[in-house]
Each structure stands twice: as C-alpha cells, then as structure tokens.
C-alpha cells in the first residue's frame, strides 16, 4: 500500500499543475502581507474606530498572528480550487490516458488502487494547508513579528494573549485539513465518474458555491438541510479564535465532515469497483 501512495504521490508531483496551489499561495500570501505591511495599520484602525473611544489599545495589535488570521479567512474560500484543480484528475486522468486497462489488470485489488489515491490526494491537500501556514505565520513573524490577537466580530472584540495564540492556530490550519478534504474526497468521487478532468473540477466547485447559497438565504426548508452541508463547516476553524474554545460545536463539526469524508469515498470506492475498463 505504502509503494502504491509513492506511486500515486510521484503522479501528482511530475504534473505542473499540482504546483499552481503552492504558488498561487505563496505569491498571494507574501503580497497580502507586504499590503498589510504597509496599509495594515490604517485597517486596524478603520476596524477599532469605535472602539477607542472607550478603550486605549497597547502593544503591537498589528501583528503576525492577525495577518495570518486575515489570510486564513481569505484563502479557505479559494484553496477548493486549487484542491479540486489536481483531486478531480486522480481517477479521470487515467481515463484520458488510457491506462486504466495496465492499471488495473496488476495483482492489486481496485480497493487498493481507489485507496492509494485518495492518501496521496489528502496528503497534497494537508501539503497546501501546511504551506499556507508557513507562508502566513513565517512570512507574518519576519515582516511583523509577534503579539496579541485582535479578533473583531460582529457585536463582539476579543483579544487574546500572544502565549494563548499559537496553540490555536495549529488546531485552525489541522481543522481547515479537514475541511478541505471533504473537497479532495468530492472532487475525486467526481472523478470516477467521468473521462475528462475538466468535468469534476467545475462539478466541485458548482456544487460549493450551490451550498454555499443554500447557507446563506433564510427559508425553512433550506434551514432544515444546512446543518448536514459540509460547506457550512468549513469555516469552523474560527471555533479556535473562542474564548473559551466551543468544543461541543467543534467535536459536531468534525464528526459531520469525517462523515462526508466517509461517505463520498465509499461511493467512490463502489463506482470504482463495479467501472468497466473493457468498453
């Protein structure tokens, strides 16, 4: 199994566009925090305006762990892309090559080939999220170093100790992991559908932005089904910036998103199964 994720990995890796992500992020990262670095302050004060007027901010608010909170908001929203960019070519890329047939004729069950790529999918999916951090919080601690964090919410500031911060951070990027490999998972159930990588790309993200509005407009019908939209967990890893931290809702989040995680790879495993590679 072992040889087989390496096989896939390699794969994912001699493509050119499994490192669109990597540099989509880091040039976005790097020119969100060179932006900051010098119209950052302006921000903060437009967000703590009023503010002010009641309280005296000290210490360095400006900071490492706020523009990486920032870019962490930003880039969640569009890292699906870039996720479903290399997922949706996993198993559709075999097709247009046409080496299902060599593929799956090795003394390997299919199980374990569908298995291999959903792994090496995943851990190019963790490999972006790991990146984002180290652009963010590297990029953040050289340019502006460290301090408290400033989390402003609708009706709600709070300010959290620089020694209180970095352990939530490392559980908002492993969180947003998770998130988006319910997109990898999506994205490759997709996959097995279809002979052309073009098709599970936009199937992925037409179906995130359809939950997405979903989500977002208030009737009650679509009240009912929101709490089962993986789309309205995504974004959960704010949970973290809490004080004190929810974790009932954050243990609710996770389970909902293993559980698509779980489902969407078992269809895929099923439809994998039973596809005819003789037609």
Known sequence: ???????????????????????????????IQIAMLYEGQKSLDFMTQNLRDSFVFVGNLLNGFLVSY????????????????????????????????ILLTRPVSRFKVVSSKFIAGNIYTFSLILWLAIVSLGVGAILFGFGELIVIRTGSV??????DVLWRFLLAYGFAALGMSVVCSLALFFSSLVENAIGPIVSTMAVIIVFIIVSAINIDL?????????TNYMLSWRL?????????????????LFGHIIFLFSITAIIFKRKDILS
């Open 240 to 256: 973290f910036f809490s004080d004190p931290v929810d974790i009932s809702k954050v243990l609710e989040a996770v389970l909902i």
């Open 158 to 163: 709070l300010i959290l100790d620089r020694a």
């Open 70 to 101: 920032l870019i962490l908001n930003m880039l969640t929203v569009h890292i699906p892309f870039l996720i479903a960019l290399v997922a949706g070519d996993l198993l559709a890329g075999e097709a247009t090559a046409g080496t299902y047939r």
């Open 222 to 230: 679509f009240k009912s089904i929101r709490p089962y939209l993986f």
């Open 1 to 31: 199994m072992l040889q087989l994720v390496q096989i896939e990995l390699y794969k994912i890796f001699r493509k050119w566009r499994s490192y669109i992500g990597f540099i989509a992020i880091g040039v976005l990262g790097v020119i």
